[in-house]
């Protein structure tokens, strides 16, 4: 069965609402005639007492043909960079346009193009304050020698022209930079690859021994002095690269007094990385800080072995250091995250204030001038906000911008004439009537019922129109809506005996899927029952939602069952795999590290998931926050849980052997 809604509408919600009074819905003809004759000198407000150029000029520098693929300013925090880029406009500030863009030209010919981005961003926003001061500048002359404001069209500025000309050189270089950089990284990688390989012949080597190790010194350094390959492959070649490494260590027998007098050295530099990276908690910038900490990284991956009295003391000293760092720099940027936040809600708070004013409903100039004091007192609280979120940043400003630019433009409509407003409303209305009486013999019931609503709600956002006409526009919409929702409760008298039935056969088909079990039928026996189930046509509204619950517990208990045997199959089929593997010890180890590594990795997780509950404790939301991290750690674990049970049985499997 199918109708148009589940339920008919209660008539208490779609009827015409009662509160419009007829006979004052419109102001009285005598003040809209005292409002009509005031001079337009009298209403006027002063309305740009708040300057926003350094916003105005920053969204200008924003526009599409500015935009850079890759960008590294997106990555970093709206404070950083705003203060970065206003260093740099400082320096910028006493040059005028021409030489701003000459200042361009000549980062071009002078600087790498890798290391201008700041740079070009302080240009983009020093030569938009210039260039919209002229534009405002000569807007208001064009305004002064009698021109309308809406009709002004600046003249096309050659200095933007240039500045976009050399932008697009820029745009060029920085691309094909980027783009021999990620060739540079791929050659990279086949060198390293290459490394690897002789790695790996040096163990079925001939040479003597001295030789041997000499070449191993050598593979090391050309390693080294290989530069940094595609992030995707890092995390992989790194680990075959120290496998090999460690094979040459283990299975090669080097003379004694040059393998500790290697791993002396190893130590020695580690010992060095070590204390470099607990330097860093005195660094002044943790950004600063993180990123030195990312180089240590690299260069303790570089280093060979230690000794294995050392192994693990070196490193967890390294760790300790490296997660003071992390953790500092997590919570830099959660407190800068935080605060943005903030900043962004008041913003936002701002934003629905203004757009509020745009809303009202004013008719006398004293209004005017109060509602324009109100406006210029939000501008004021605004410039004294911070950044929102960089995504965000753009957007909430224009939107604030937005909502004042439509204020005083409704002002000065408001100041253009009520009676035009007036006749305009009358015309809304007229249409709204029209468009009620095309639905009134409608039988789309719930369709026509939200089109009659929404039509209602727009008559009620509509402005007054003449006392003359008034009384019988009203009348004629609340008609054309009566007449409908009359048709509508006799028709839906008749469906309560249908609603019952499907009621019937719902509990019917409940009642089977209670008691019905998959017996291996799968995802595909759930889909039936899914199927039947939405066949059945609408039910009591009394009885929907309990209904809907028992309905979905059942299938909820299904998806259970399902997911139950899948795991098992699973299971299973590790089991076969590593059947598979008897005998071959090389890859049961290799598959044992994988998991070992895996399990290692959870546990890491685990630990930062139930460390960051406590920055929760005090977050807006936190309760939210913390129960997804909970249902994350509860996921973990239960994978780790699985997968040491994999090397349990792989264990088993060895030990067999």
Known sequence: MTTENQNPVPEEQVGVAEDVNVATQEPATQEVVAEQTQPAE?????EESVSFEDEEAASAAEAPEFTLENDEINEESGEEVSSRIADSVADLAAMSK????????????????????????????????????????????????????????????????????????????????????????????????????????????????NHTFQTFRDLQQRWKETGVVPQANVKEIWETYNLHVENFYNYIKINKELRDLDLKRNYEAKVQLCEAAEALAEESSIVAAFRKLQDLHEQWREIGPVATEYKESIWERFKEASSRINRAHQEYFEGIKEEQKRNLDLKTELCVKAEELTTQVITTRKEWNKAS????????????????????????YERFRAACDKF????????????????????????????????????????????????QKRWKEIGPVARKHSDAVWKRFRAACDHFFARKAAHFSSVDAEYAENLAAKKALLEEIEGASLNGGGFEVIKEYQRRWNEIGFVPIKEKDALQKRYKAAIDRLFA????????????????????????????????????????????DIATLENNIGFFAHSKGAEA???????????????????IEKINVIDRQQQEE
């Not at 009358?426 to 709204?432: A, D, P, R, S, Y």
């Not at 909970?630 to 973990?636: D, G, L, S, Y």
């Open 408 to 455: 005083f433009e409704i002002k000065r409509s408001f100041y253009e004439g009520i009676k035009t407003e007036m006749d305009n409303n009358l015309q809304l209305k007229v249409e709204i009537c029209e468009a009620a009486e095309a639905l009134k013999d409608s039988e789309q019931w719930k369709k026509t019922s939200d089109e009659l609503i929404a039509l």
């Open 42 to 46: 009298e209403a006027a407000v002063q």
């Open 561 to 604: 069952e399902l997911r139950s045997g899948e795991k098992e199959r699973n299971a299973k089929r590790f089991r076969n795999k590593v059947g598979a593997m008897k005998g071959n010890t090389g890859r049961l180890r290799t598959e044992r590290d994988r998991l070992y590594n895996k399990v290692k990795q959870l546990e890491s």
């Open 373 to 396: 004091e109100k406006l210029i007192e939000i501008q004021k609280v605004w410039k004294t906000i911070g950044f929102a979120p960089r995504k965000d940043n753009a957007k909430i």
């Open 98 to 209: 021409s030489e701003v863009v000459d200042y361009f030209a000549n980062l071009l010919e002078t600087k790498p193009v890798q290391s201008m981005r700041y740079d070009v961003e302080a240009v983009k926003v020093a030569f938009y304050k210039h260039h919209r001061a002229d534009v405002e500048a000569a807007r208001k002359a064009f305004v002064e020698q009698g021109g309308v404001a809406e009709d002004f069209h600046p003249e096309v500025d050659a200095q933007e022209v240039r500045l976009k000309e050399y932008f697009g050189v820029y745009r060029t270089r920085r691309e094909e930079y980027m783009a021999s950089l990620e060739s540079l990284k791929e050659e990279n990688l086949k060198v390293k690859l290459q490394i690897i390989e002789e790695l790996k012949e040096l163990i079925s080597s001939n040479e003597t021994m």
């Open 625 to 643: 926050l913390i129960k997804d991290v909970q249902n994350k750690i509860e996921k973990a674990k239960q994978e780790m849980a699985e997968t």
